[in-house]
C-alpha cells in the first residue's frame, strides 16, 4: 500500500500572478517531502509552460492518496491493512489481500420511489447472477455481499488475494468494479472499503481543510 507519513506542498510560479503547486511525500521526514514536492511542481510548471495540459489522475492512479494514516495494521512486520481519513473525513479500511469490490447503481434513477426499488431489485438479480457464475467457476470462493447507500460490497473470505494481481482485476471486473476502483487497487495495492457514511448523507459538512492539516 502506498501511504506516506510525512507530505508538504511546494509553489512555483509560472507567471507574474500564477503559481502551480507540488505536493510531496515521504516516510523519512519532511526536508525529503519537501524536495519531491519541489520536483513535481517544477516538473508541472514546465509541462503548462509548454502548452501541454496536466491531467489529474490522483485517484487510484499515477500517485498515492493524500490521507492522514489512523491506524495500521501488521502482520509478520508487514502492514496488511491501514484505516485512513479520506477527503471528505470519512474512515477508509485499506487492505493489501483480504479482496472488496466496490460495486455502484446505475447514476440514472426515477423520480419514483417504486421505479427506484425495482431497478435497484432488477440490478441486485443480475449482481447475484454475476457473483454466482464467478463462484462456480472459482470453484472454492466464499464470500459475503453487502448493501450500501449507493450500490453494494462484494467481500470474500475464503482466501487472501493480492490488490496488485491480475486475479483481483478479473474478479474486480466480473463484479461490475468500475475502471477507476479497478486501477486504484492495481497501482496502490490496496482495496478500499468506506467504515464511516458520506458527511453530506448525515446532513453534516465537509472537514475545512485536507490533509495535512
Known amino acids: 500500500m502506498h501511504f506516506y507519513r510525512y507530505w508538504t506542498r511546494a509553489d512555483v510560479p ?8 507540488g505536493w510531496g511525500f515521504s516516510d523519512t521526514g519532511l526536508d525529503d517531502a519537501r524536495r519531491v514536492a519541489q520536483e513535481r511542481a517544477r516538473t508541472l510548471a514546465e509541462m503548462i509552460k509548454s502548452g501541454r495540459r496536466p491531467v489529474d489522475r490522483y485517484y487510484g492512479t499515477d500517485r498515492p492518496l493524500r490521507e492522514e ?11 496488511e491493512a491501514a484505516v485512513t481519513r479520506n477527503s471528505y473525513g470519512a474512515r477508509v479500511l485499506n487492505t493489501r489481500r483480504v479482496f472488496f469490490a466496490d460495486v455502484d447503481l446505475p447514476r440514472r434513477r426515477s423520480l419514483f420511489r417504486r421505479k427506484r426499488e425495482k431497478a435497484r431489485e432488477v440490478f441486485e438479480a443480475d449482481l447475484v447472477r454475476r ?5 462456480e467457476m472459482e470453484g472454492d470462493l466464499r464470500l459475503r455481499l453487502y448493501r450500501t447507500a449507493g450500490g453494494y460490497r462484494v467481500m470474500i473470505t475464503s482466501h487472501l488475494i493480492e490488490a496488485s494481481g491480475a486475479h483481483a482485476s478479473t474478479l474486480l471486473q466480473h463484479f461490475g ?17 468506506r467504515l464511516s457514511p458520506k458527511p453530506w448523507r448525515m446532513k453534516f459538512s465537509r472537514p475545512p481543510a485536507r490533509f495535512p492539516y
Open 14 to 21: 509560472i507567471s507574474d500572478r500564477r503559481t502551480v503547486t
Open 131 to 135: 457473483i454466482q457464475r464467478t463462484v
Open 69 to 79: 494514516v489512523l491506524e495500521e495494521i501488521t502482520s509478520d512486520g508487514e502492514i
Open 177 to 193: 468494479s468500475d475502471q477507476l476502483y479497478v486501477a486504484l487497487c492495481r497501482t496502490q495495492d490496496s482495496y478500499r472499503a
